[in-house]
């Protein structure tokens, strides 16, 4: 009952999102043929360009490969989406009831605080995950009809995994503040700050040699877009782990609501 209606009325962000995610791949995916038919001047404009810009977005000759285009021209973007999406779907099924103060009608029902807590955790994890297989399959059909030129479909599986982790685990986090703040402004403004934190913080760290200690502090090195197509590796392991921290800090977050007084 809790989850059909949890899963009813959060639908609508989680089409939106698809589909904007979608439209943005589906329009770059029939380019690559192009580009790749002129890889050579591609090669000699990516020679051409300022070391500065080169290692800020982390590109390389690497990057004339079908997945490589892909990465540079819709990874970025779809990893804000990711984090954007993933942070306002969080808030609107938790901290929206705080401030709607709905949840003071849920908890007059029958159901325990942590059977509450938990079935809107398992909303957001169908939606995360519904998100991250979508553009996968997407991704992989539209490379599949438009690229002729040989690719790698496990990296392109690696970019969805990839956003999988931002969903997971800056999901997890605004769960985390939405318990502590009850409050969307400050709840959203928090997650979304550390999420551009840690994004210019990698690209500094790439910049720059003496700021590369700081990427050790944010998730994008341990899911690097640039080494992945570099090395043509998936960085499985660390995404792993990722999940599991946002797994460990979701029951944080569940514990700490199982408690936590109802601000009025």
């Known amino acids: ?52 810009m080169l290692k800020l977005f982390n590109i390389n000759e690497n990057f004339i490969t079908p997945e490589g285009f892909f990465s540079a021209k819709v990874m970025i973007m779809a990893e804000i989406f990711a984090a954007i999406f993933a942070v306002t779907l969080a808030a609107n099924i938790f901290v929206g009831e705080f401030e709607s103060k709905t949840i003071e009608y849920i908890l007059t029902k029958p159901y325990s605080r942590n059977k509450i807590f938990m079935k809107k955790a398992y909303t957001l994890f169908i939606y995360y995950t519904l998100f991250a297989l979508i553009f996968c399959i997407s991704v992989l059909w539209l490379f599949s009809i438009y690229v002729h030129y040989d690719y790698n479909s496990s990296i392109l599986a690696g970019f969805a995994l990839y956003l999988y982790v931002i969903e997971i685990l800056f999901g997890a986090l605004t769960i985390l503040f939405s318990v502590i703040f009850q409050n969307s402004f400050t709840t959203i403004s928090t997650t979304m700050g550390i999420f551009l934190i840690m994004f210019v913080a990698d690209m500094l760290g790439n910049v720059d040699e003496k700021y590369e ?14 080494n992945t197509v570099k090395y043509s590796k998936v960085y499985i392991g660390n995404s792993i782990l990722f999940i599991m921290l946002g797994v460990i800090i979701t ?14």
Not at 37 to 45: I, R, T, V
Not at 216 to 222: A, I, P
Not at 251 to 264: H, N, P, S
């Open 1 to 52: 009952m809790l989850l059909k209606k949890e899963l009813k009325f959060n639908y609508k962000p989680f089409l939106i999102w698809t589909i904007v995610l979608l439209f943005f791949s589906g329009m770059i995916a029939p380019f690559v043929d192009v580009i790749m038919e002129d890889a050579a001047s591609l090669q000699d404009f990516i020679k051409s360009m300022p070391k500065f």
């Open 251 to 264: 029951i944080i977050a569940g514990k700490i609501f199982e408690k936590e007084d109802i601000l009025i």
């Open 213 to 226: 200690w700081i990427r050790n502090l944010t998730l994008f090195k341990y899911i690097p877009l640039g």
